[in-house]
């Protein structure tokens, strides 16, 4: 056998031995890692039961992010959550474990103790009351009774709970008037024929930056354990830097009636609303609305809704665009087991009514100038935790619309089709402050050209919630 081979089988022989070394220092590791996981789940276990719950959760937070999904890790994390004052992070916990196993009763229990010490008397009654399904032990059954007991007291004592809000925003809007590009358009002139006619300044896309202001309110009146009472208002605010005519205020209002508890509940009721642009007011609406929705879940609601609206413009050379509104559709949010994550959806249809007499060169028949209009859409959205205290959102839209009249100047049906993108964030430095930057971009494709539009809009707000 020559040198050559001898090395080679020597060599051979070598990476054999070091390769088994290797896996056997690989498997080692594991053991060690796998023994310390279990060491600080026995540790953290002995914590919890010895009244140390503090230290517990300190030994294991920082392992979260390898093992947020195994069942005993969290519920363990979850139980030195709550008892050491973190119900919030313990809701996140738990929701994992029910992920992993909904029927673990120890974790619903735990859960719907972590929804009561935040204060979410409702989550924690649908929890509790999910548990007393499960065939609890008498022990438990005590337990969750004497909870329910304190969330009736609790609630009995709150028959009215009110709520507001008031902001301030910056931003610039690149078509403050939802306006065309386009300066010359094709018209029919009776008479005439076709004939090119040129836009006036104020018909024309503008930008501008603005200020806005806006703040709102709600009183819910509870009657009893099952009616309730609402009423409420909004009012916006937008004032442009130098396009004075396209300031804007609109006020809306609300009341009606609640049906049923959260997980299950109908709510009707009666709107109203008047808007002014410029220094002029331009149109009242009124109508009557209506929402069931029901949880299918903790993480799962599904709501169905309509309403019916009546738009009257005040000028009387405005007056012929009067039409009625009518809209339904049906929705969808999804909580992601994080807790913080959610996901949305709605899909909806309607039609508007042109219910003018009036009578003009563009509507000899009266009405519209397009007629009525039959509409469908969608939106979809979600919401992400960034950190402890910023949430990023996404929402986004599609709508088409499609009208009935030959319109007179243009000799064509109208249709658009109109898409619509918001992004930002809600940055919540304290419980009731919130800084919102956010941009939103829609465009509507018309194929009468005056009613083609993009408009982009970047603004940043603060808002104050009031509890």
Known sequence: MNLAKVAILLFSGWLMVAGASFAQQAVDAASVTGAAFEKALRDADALIKSGKPAEAYA????LEFEHAGEERFDYLLGVAALDSGKP???????????????????????LARAYYQLGDMLRAQAEFETVLHQNPTPAARTTIEHYLQAIAAQEEGKTTRLTGYMEGA?????????????????VNIPGVGLAVASL???SLKTADNYYGLGLGGEAIHGLNPNWGLYAGADL?????????????LGVEGRAGAIYGAEANRVRFGVLGGQYTLGSTRNRNTSGFDADWAHALSPSNQVNLFGQYLQYRFVDPAMQVNDFNQEVAGVGWAHVLADGKSLLSGSLYAGAEQ?????????TPTGGRADGAKRLGGLRFGGQAAWGEKTVLFANAGWQTGSYDKTNALFLLRRSDQFDDLELGANCQWDTLWTVRPQLSYSRNHSNIPIYSYTRADLSVTLRRDFN
């Open 200 to 202: 006036s300044p104020t």
């Open 236 to 248: 916006s605010q937008r004032t442009y830097f130098t396009q004075k005519s396209f300031d804007s």
């Open 354 to 362: 042109d219910v003018s007499s009036d009578i003009t060169p563009a």
């Open 59 to 62: 030994l294991l937070e920082p």
């Open 170 to 186: 910056l931003g610039r809007d690149t078509n403050a008037n939802n306006a065309t590009a386009q300066s010359q358009v094709n």
């Open 88 to 110: 919030d992070k313990a809701t996140l916990a738990f929701e994992r474990v029910l992920t992993v196993n909904p029927n673990s009763a120890g974790a619903r229990m735990d």
